[in-house]
């Protein structure tokens, strides 16, 4: 039998060769690289990273004065930094989940609800010790809704409840009662925790905007009134009192186009085909695809009248999207995970739709990667690829400012220290798809 002597070496070795692991230098060759703290590229560069943080840019045809270990060719290639999910739901396996979030280029995740059953505090403290593969992770607490709230007493407890439990932010998921809404407002305050979440639909706008960050452009579709929404005067005005308030918007255009394309026939039959279904588990998957679900079984969803006013509706969305940007409000690229809306690969098809709104490429990229950084308080760290920042980076074949579907075409992830090639990424969907199985 081993000694206590000879587990204490042996767990001294690997204390020791994990050490050596992270302090390799690595380089990416003569990379283009997209900085996004300003709207450029920056071609044929040498891009050096150690101990997890970027030490040093400079032009690939200049004789480096550094030691460097592992040497990535990435002639052609464009490097961005890693790119941030602000609106994730944890729907099954969080391994699996995590998994497909990096290999979709996603360094960073806020998971936006605590369901029954789950662990949000345990799952971050796994992802910032390292013990699973995983983004930089956030959380908030539990789903909030009107019942929550037996009283205005309640709202004490709630609060006490989030603070002890040390989530990032408490979550708000329905109108609450007006005196409600502002005793919660006064509590949170008092234990610097920030609200983010639903907007109060039967309360005017202003109330809406005392929160941190409003999910879902669909909210604001029931916060203004018809003749409202259809006021370009109105519009202007809202969005320039939203600008003020200094509120985040996240659009979660994909989740609401989803609702069309599981209630179309046709659309339907096409998402259910998708490739990247094999990447859920079957029986979650079935469900989805089956008509048990509201979106096929309720005439609100999938008669001709219904589909075309989701069809006008989504139109509204993306032109307010458009008229936010205009006014300087700052929107986050998020795609609320559930359903045949897959984590990692969701977040692509969201920029897609935030750029089709009228942003430009730039524009729509900051949206995943600078605007959540200085969201997230991170910014001194991640957002950009600049030296000293965490070397938290992209790989892409192709140059998401000329197409921002470019984004698409990762060729490799760095993240925390470790790098993944594009076979490396590939084994990590492999794993996923062969669990599911």
């Known amino acids: 039998m081993r000694t206590l002597k000879s587990y204490l070496f042996l767990f001294a070795l690997l204390l020791y060769t994990i050490a050596i692991a992270q302090t390799k230098v690595i380089s990416f060759e003569n990379v283009n690289v997209i900085p996004m703290h300003t709207d450029t590229i920056i071609t044929n560069q040498r891009v050096i990273i150690a101990n997890s943080k970027i030490l040093k840019i400079e032009s690939a045809t200049k004789t480096t004065t550094n030691y460097i270990d592992i040497k990535i060719q990435a002639s052609g290639k464009y490097l961005i930094p890693g790119l941030v999910e602000t609106h994730y739901h944890l729907q099954n396996d969080i391994e699996n989940e995590f998994k497909l979030l990096i290999a979709n280029g996603i360094t960073s995740a806020r998971n936006m609800a605590e369901y029954d059953g789950q662990d949000h505090i345990k799952i971050r403290d796994l992802a910032q010790n390292n013990t699973i593969l995983s983004p930089h992770y956030y959380t908030t607490g539990p789903y909030l809704k009107r019942n929550h709230f037996k009283n205005l007493a309640s709202v004490d407890s709630i609060v006490q409840y989030h603070k002890k439990r040390g989530y990032d932010y408490l979550k708000i998921a329905d109108n609450l009662p007006k005196d409600t809404y502002l005793k919660l407002l006064e509590t949170a ?215 921002i579907s470019n984004t698409r075409t990762v060729s490799g992830v760095m993240i925390r220290g470790q790098w993944f090639n594009r076979k490396k990424l590939n084994k990590l969907l492999l794993d996923v798809e062969n669990s599911n199985k």
């Open 189 to 403: 305050k008092k234990e610097n925790l920030e609200i983010v979440g639903h907007g109060q639909r039967e309360l005017p706008l202003e109330y809406s905007l005392r929160i941190k960050s409003i999910a879902h452009l669909e909210e604001f579709m029931n916060i203004f009134s018809k003749e409202e929404m259809n006021s370009v005067d109105y519009l202007q005005k809202a969005a320039k009192d939203i600008k003020t308030s200094g509120i985040y918007v996240s659009p979660t255009l994909g989740i609401f186009e989803m609702i069309s394309r599981y209630a179309d026939k046709k659309k339907s039959a096409k998402l259910n085909a998708g490739k990247n279904n094999k990447y859920l588990p079957k029986q979650y998957s079935d469900y989805w695809k089956s008509n048990k679900i509201k979106y096929r079984s309720n005439s609100r969803f999938t008669n001709k009248a219904s589909l075309l006013r989701l069809e006008k509706e989504l139109e509204w969305q993306k032109q307010f999207t458009l008229i936010l940007h205009k006014n300087g409000v700052p929107l986050m690229a998020g795609s609320d995970t559930y359903g045949l809306f897959l984590p990692g690969f969701s977040l692509h098809h969201e920029l897609e739709l935030i750029h089709d709104s009228g942003l430009s490429n730039y524009e729509t990229l900051k949206t995943a990667t600078v605007v959540p950084a200085r969201y997230l308080n991170t910014i001194s760290q991640s957002g950009t690829v600049s030296e000293g920042k965490l070397a938290d980076l992209v790989l892409l074949d192709k140059n998401p400012l000329d197409n």
